[in-house]
């Protein structure tokens, strides 16, 4: 036999998966999450509604998982040698997920107002996955000795992104090009560190 073997990679499970994720989040970002069914997400990603069923249960736990994924694809958490560089590496690919038409969508579903139980379930643990993934820069950065101790990674990462999110949904602005870097300076180094007004004489 001369042919080669071909070898499956991943499997039939797998490719399902990758497909209904993949129309999860594609009919979420035209559609928006009150319009968005098992039922058209099944017809998008060309599988039953039973086998969706079968492996997410709900809808929300099916949003979640999409979330998720697209976050550790698109929102890795950065390894550059640096506190400091990794803060705004961080920062500039939230800015390029925010400012995308399927982040805005996503934000609007974050943001959005009545959450029923399943999804503030899922909204909960989506971040607390989130934060246990960024943590792992503060706790380099302390290896490293640029701190001395492991500060409150939620707060920190809390205070970083707020302002991306602040300019996407509420005033709408443009982000700037050294925007990122000019959030995590004044994290890093606080205000103390940030010229003030003169005083008048």
Request: charged content about 30%; hydrophobic content about 45%.
């Amino acid at each position: 036999m001369t042919d080669p073997i071909r070898r499956r990679t991943g499997g039939r499970s797998a490719r399902v998966r990758e497909a209904v994720l993949a129309a999860a989040l594609d009919t979420l970002a035209a559609d928006g999450f009150d319009q968005l069914s098992i039922g058209a997400v099944a017809a998008r990603a060309g599988v039953h509604e039973t086998s969706i069923y079968r492996r997410w249960k709900t809808r929300d736990r099916l949003v979640f998982d999409a979330l998720l994924e697209h976050s550790e694809q698109n929102l890795p958490v950065p390894d550059t040698g640096s506190l400091r560089a990794d803060l705004i590496e961080f920062n500039r690919s939230l800015m390029a997920i925010v400012d995308s038409p399927l982040g805005t969508a996503l934000g609007r579903v974050m943001a959005g107002g009545e959450d029923d139980p399943e999804f503030a379930r899922a909204r909960a643990e989506f971040w607390r996955t989130r934060l246990e993934a960024g943590r792992v820069m503060f706790d380099r950065a302390v290896d490293r000795g640029e701190l001395a101790a492991a500060p409150d990674a939620w707060l920190v990462l809390e205070t970083l992104t707020a302002p991306v999110h602040f300019r996407k949904l509420l005033t709408r602005e443009p982000f700037d090009d050294d925007y990122a870097e000019r959030i995590v300076d004044l994290v890093l180094n606080g205000l103390s560190a940030t010229p003030g007004p003169s005083s008048p004489e």
